[in-house]
């Protein structure tokens, strides 16, 4: 009994240590932000419905600059000299009406730099009026493709800013495979696409103002609070940053943070396979420790 | 010289205990090293440090064996090569992670329990001092170790750490340098403590926990009403077949059982944190790769730090350091500082009662502000406390030179 009245004083003092110095202090070291769910209440509800069949044409103006891969429409220019054009490369458009949130995404094709909240967004107004907005919309949505994997998300919606080197993604591709001269190790395919990304680098470091960070591990380098309040408006928690808000729905939030937990937090499988077996293991262990002590112990008391 | 059967069997029984004296070896550390039977869990926590420091040997093997000590390369070594390429490298990194933060909580918990029952005392010095000496060890190891995945906080904590020796209006900027071996951190910085990390300091930690043992051995170890046991005849006892008579265990088994349920225990916890809960001992900040452009909004150390940096902070730089100075130092006094001739638990000591819990709560509110940016009541409260903990330790010699003799 009294051991058990030491060890209940041992737990509780270790438990309010444990308070202070993790839940308490992060509470007090970083700002609340209150998210919205993705659904970006600052924006008008739109009062108008979109037809696809107008949008159809109305697009014909957006593959001046993008592409839609999925339409069979290539991009008129490369990614590189896309970014040394505009200061970043425009992304493709096949899995917008996928990943964007219908009344975002309408706001956004008529006032960009307004909706992303970004200084200075390359983009121009691309909608006439709130019909035209809502019938591109309405095009975008009906060729979106059903399932879309965490990976075309995160290409799609952070890709050209961001790389992701332990998934071997640059701003402006996968890394190629290359091979290197046997006889003298050089490889020169892989020397020219590392130049072909330093220039994009360079070029999108003058459009931001600095390099957006690789986003290999930011899922444990960031709370999940943090990451979803920020995407979801990234002025909220870093007044003044230059990027952009995205304007992803819950669901294109969703997948994006899959894709960064695979490549930042690829053991959680595995952790959570392996953890019972190992925890099991130790309370036998602990059980049969316990008869073992008892058995020795006869007599002593 | 010795006697040596040239019949015996090389490896028999004989032939090893003419060479190596097992049986004897067996006796004085095993089955006739006495214990006091009146003992509790906490009596546990000298196994439980080193089957977690044995632990924390094995991981860090194997992390050894794919960690680049390299500016460029330590980041993704760790974050990308280990816990992705390796297999089961994120087990072991989590079992080295968790295990580097666990292992100060059960020192800390097995200080305060060798303060609480006065094992410090008559005869126990030396235990005493060699355990502080571990502390300090653990210390240097925790830190280099730290420096390792180079992270911000790697880095960071690297740059304030060392900036320490400067010595505040003393300005020994070379001193920093020569330790840093550059101006600010860079490649010799991680290499050499690297070096520290898995050589020079686990050897002397490995060093001084046989000393630690070895200290332990003569004046055994202390009970729970801190009573002065006459070992040999409560072993005569023992041995004698009045087991529920004799005040003593031998270590092997009967100890040993407990501890090794103690243990189970402990590894049930220690493997649910390292599955399930292990971002307390990983911060965040960590895991973006340092930059030296970029300060850290918040740069604190590691938890089991967060005392004696706190102790450091509220100070002007000089007062400041001498704080810290003081704070590293004085626990090695503590079987000096304490005048009273009792070997008891602190509950039946008079004020020392009270002296020791006002410590741990001071030590740990301490803690608390350690982490806290140091602004408006935060800083205020750390203040105080600090000046608390200076002032309990000045008034441990008043108040012990004072207590009755039990």
Known sequence: MKELKILGVVVVFTLILYWGVEPFAHSQMHKHVEGHDFKYPDLPALKVKGNAENGKALVAACVGCHSIKSQGMAAPMDAVTSAQTYGVNPPDLSNMGALLDEKFFAHFLLDPAKVTKSKHFAMPPSAGSEQDAADIVAYFKSIAPKEISPKEAYETACGRCHANRYDHWTQIGEVPKTKSNIKTGVDLDALAFKKKVGIYENKLADYMGKLPPDLSIIIRARSEQFLETFVEDPQSQLPGTAMPRVGLTKEGYEKVKDYLEKTGDPSKPKREELGPWVIGYFILFAFLAFLWKKSIWKGHH | ?406
């Open chain 2, 1 to 406: 010289m010795a006697h040596f059967d040239e019949n015996a069997r090389p490896f028999s029984h004989k032939w090893l205990n003419e060479r190596l004296a097992v049986d004897t070896l067996k006796r004085v550390l095993s089955t006739e090293y006495w214990i006091p039977k009146n003992i509790n869990f906490l009596w546990a926590m000298g196994m439980v440090l080193a089957a977690t420091f044995g632990l924390l040997l094995i991981s860090g093997i194997f992390l050894l064996m794919y960690y680049q000590p390299n500016t460029q390369l330590a980041f993704d070594s760790v974050n990308y090569t280990i816990m992705s390429e390796v297999g089961y490298g994120w087990l072991w990194r989590h079992i080295h992670g968790v295990g580097a933060s666990v292992v100060f909580l059960i020192i800390y918990i097995h200080m305060f329990t060798g303060i609480y029952y006065g094992s410090y005392k008559r005869g126990r010095e030396l235990i005493w001092l060699s355990g502080m000496l571990l502390f300090v060890l653990f210390s240097a190891e925790a830190f280099s170790g730290y420096m390792l995945p180079w992270g911000q906080m790697s880095y960071w904590a690297g740059m304030v750490i060392t900036n320490l020796f400067s010595m505040g209006g003393l300005h020994l900027n070379g001193l920093v340098e020569w330790i840093r071996g550059d101006y600010v951190p860079g490649q010799a910085f991680l290499n050499r403590f690297f070096m520290l990390h898995v050589l020079l300091v686990p050897l002397a930690i490995i060093g001084v926990i046989v000393l630690h043992f070895g200290t332990l051995r003569i004046p055994h170890v202390n009970n729970q009403d801190g009573e002065e046991i006459d070992f040999e005849e409560a072993a005569e006892l023992y041995k004698a077949g009045k087991v529920k008579e004799s005040k003593v265990i031998p270590f092997n088994p009967v100890f040993l059982s407990k501890d090794v349920f103690v243990m189970g225990v402990y590894f049930v916890i220690f493997f649910y944190l390292v599955f399930y809960h292990f971002e307390f001992a990983m911060d965040p900040v960590n895991f973006d790769p340092a930059d030296p452009l970029k300060t850290p909004t918040h740069i604190y150390p590691e938890w089991y730090f967060l005392w004696s940096y706190e102790v450091l902070r509220p100070f002007s730089t000089n007062i400041g350091l001498i704080a810290f100075a003081f704070a590293q130092v004085i626990f090695f006094l503590l079987p000096f500082l304490d005048r009273s001739p009792n070997v008891a638990p602190a509950s039946r000591r008079g004020l020392f009662k009270y002296w020791f819990w006002a410590l741990l709560i001071d030590m740990i509110i301490l803690t608390f502000m350690g982490k806290l940016p140091p602004e408006g009541i935060w800083s205020t409260i750390g203040l105080v406390a600090a000046l608390t903990f200076f002032g309990l330790w000045i008034a441990l010699p008043i108040i012990t030179s004072k207590e009755k003799k039990l």
